[in-house]
């Protein structure tokens, strides 16, 4: 059966432009926790993932490894994290994305204090990191699908922040959700591969899902163009937490 290809121009709810704005504007010299956030993001729909396909193994549609990858274009100026974790729906993106609720946003501007290592980590707990790719992206673009459904029910969500986001939908072969950043120039630094693996180390080491970019010696540090070039993917993380690691393998930077 095949989906008609709907597409629609929504204006943000009037509490995430509000939070946008202030995300941006609070955390703007701060930029490199949007990708502690992006990953923690597919962290999340990886492990919802793994508990819904306790009561449905099928939801793993034959690929069971789960896996985060990170990777960037330097032509197209673009950085994506993608994931294969859960996914959404149409519905689910509009709801996820397109509002938040208002008692969680009350509570977050709230909370807010000018203090930019606090107010960083605000963004995860009430759920607005997503928001935070916007400190260094003047566009973003999401692909998803929802575990178990069928590849034309994949969903494209895109905006560049200043108040509507278009969604439609596509056809995606695989579960899960794929975030690409469009770079703004001046935050260039984050097309550069050992910038992201110093983040991922600092924000995202513990993480028990393989966290994975390109080797650098292949010289695939970019996205995939040639499609018969494969790329070989290396685990970047430790993927065991600091305070679980042996006394013998932390540095003093670390311990610090």
């Not at 629609?8 to 704005?21: M, R």
């Not at 202030?22 to 490199?32: D, G, Q, T």
């Not at 040639?226 to 600091?242: F, T």
Request: charged letters at 35%.
């Amino acid at each position: 059966m095949t989906v008609e290809a709907h597409k629609e121009t929504i204006e943000f709810q009037a509490e995430v432009s509000q939070v946008l704005n202030l995300v941006i504007r609070s955390l703007y010299s701060n930029k490199e926790i949007f990708l502690r956030e992006l990953i923690s993001n597919a962290s999340d729909a990886a492990e919802k993932l793994r508990f819904e396909a306790l009561a449905d193994d099928a939801l793993y549609e034959g690929d069971p490894e789960l896996k985060i990858r990170v990777w960037v274009d330097k032509d197209a100026g673009t950085l994506t994290v993608s994931d294969n974790g859960i996914g959404m729906s149409r519905q689910e993106v509009m709801d996820t994305i397109g509002t938040i609720a208002s008692s969680g946003t009350k509570k977050f501007l709230e909370n807010l204090s000018g203090d930019e290592t606090s107010d960083s980590q605000l963004i995860g707990q009430f759920g607005v990191g997503f928001y935070s790719a916007f400190i260094v992206a003047d566009r973003v673009t999401l692909t998803t699908r929802r575990a178990g459904m069928e590849p034309e029910h994949g969903v494209r969500w895109e905006s560049d922040g200043e108040g509507s986001y278009s969604i439609e939908t596509v056809e995606k072969e695989g579960r899960g959700t794929e975030v690409t950043l469009h770079l703004r120039e001046d935050d260039n630094e984050f097309l550069d591969s050992w910038r992201l693996r110093q983040i991922i180390s600092k924000f995202s080491d513990h993480l028990a899902i393989p966290i994975e970019m390109p080797k650098e010696d292949t010289g695939a540090e970019e996205e995939e163009k040639d499609k018969d070039r494969e790329i070989e993917w290396e685990q970047v993380n430790k993927g065991i937490a600091l305070w679980m690691r042996n006394k013998s393998e932390i540095t003093d930077e670390e311990y610090k």
